[in-house]
Nanobody, 121 residues
Framework: QVQLVESGGGLVQAGGSLRLSCAAS????????MGWFRQAPGKEREFVAD????????YYTESVKGRFTISRDNAKNTVYLQMNSLKPEDTAVYYC??????????????WGQGTQVTVSS
């Protein structure tokens, strides 16, 4: 079992930045690829970014490329999502997730409770 706890959400103006963190506990963190997802009101949850076990490979949905950066610190059991140039359409609850799979697209086995990000125009 892996427990995931997100933090770092909040209210920010368009063009601003936030850094989300996801702290993991329970199993060996480096055995899991990690992903970030988001769900806006009235919409389905969507993939945002993913990072491989070692951090050597990253993947992004098209709408965040060049603005968001996913990273991880395996010594701290934490994955991050740096979000720059935020837009109102980035407003959503953001979730981190852990996957035991090696290849993309992955299925994610564990999920955090989410953190709210609100971008005002």
């Amino acid at each position: 079992q892996v427990q995931l706890v997100e933090s770092g959400g909040g209210l920010v103006q368009a063009g601003g930045s936030l850094r989300l963190s996801c702290a993991a506990s329970g199993r060996t963190f480096s055995n899991y690829a990690m992903g970030w997802f988001r769900q806006a009101p009235g919409k389905e949850r969507e993939f945002v970014a993913d990072i491989s076990r070692s951090g050597s490979n990253t993947y992004y949905t098209e709408s965040v490329k060049g603005r968001f950066t996913i990273s991880r610190d395996n010594a701290k059991n934490t994955v991050y999502l740096q979000m720059n140039s935020l837009k109102p359409e980035d407003t959503a609850v953001y979730y981190c997730a852990a996957s035991r799979q090696y290849a993309m697209p992955r299925e994610y086995d564990y999920w955090g409770q989410g953190t709210q990000v609100t971008v005002s125009s």
